[in-house]
């Protein structure tokens, strides 16, 4: 997967204020990652899972420049 691609899935679900498909979207992606970044999406969805919706809304969410 392209690294655009893991943090592009979070910000568009998150302007719809969905925490749940934030999570649906990252997991489904999982299979196409390599491993250190499927570490870092399942770490990052271990953290977001627990979030009420309105927590998550309250996050700030940037895209990372690509490397």
Same mark, same amino acid.
Request: with cysteine; net charge negative.
């Given at each position: #997967?392209?690294?655009?691609? $893991?943090? +592009?899935?979070? @910000?568009? +679900?998150?302007?719809?204020? #969905? =925490?749940? *498909?934030? $999570?649906?979207l990252v997991? @489904? =992606? /999982?299979? !196409? %990652?390599? *491993?250190? %970044? &499927?570490? @870092?999406?399942? &770490?990052? @969805?271990a953290k $977001?899972?627990? /979030?009420? *919706?309105? *927590?998550?809304?309250? /996050?700030? $969410? !940037?895209?990372?420049?690509e490397v």
């Amino acid at each position: #997967m392209i690294c655009v691609g $893991i943090y +592009a899935v979070p @910000l568009v +679900a998150k302007s719809r204020g #969905m =925490a749940g *498909e934030t $999570i649906s979207l990252v997991d @489904l =992606a /999982l299979p !196409f %990652m390599d *491993e250190d %970044m &499927r570490e @870092l999406a399942k &770490r990052t @969805l271990a953290k $977001i899972a627990p /979030l009420t *919706e309105n *927590e998550y809304a309250e /996050l700030a $969410i !940037f895209a990372a420049d690509e490397v």
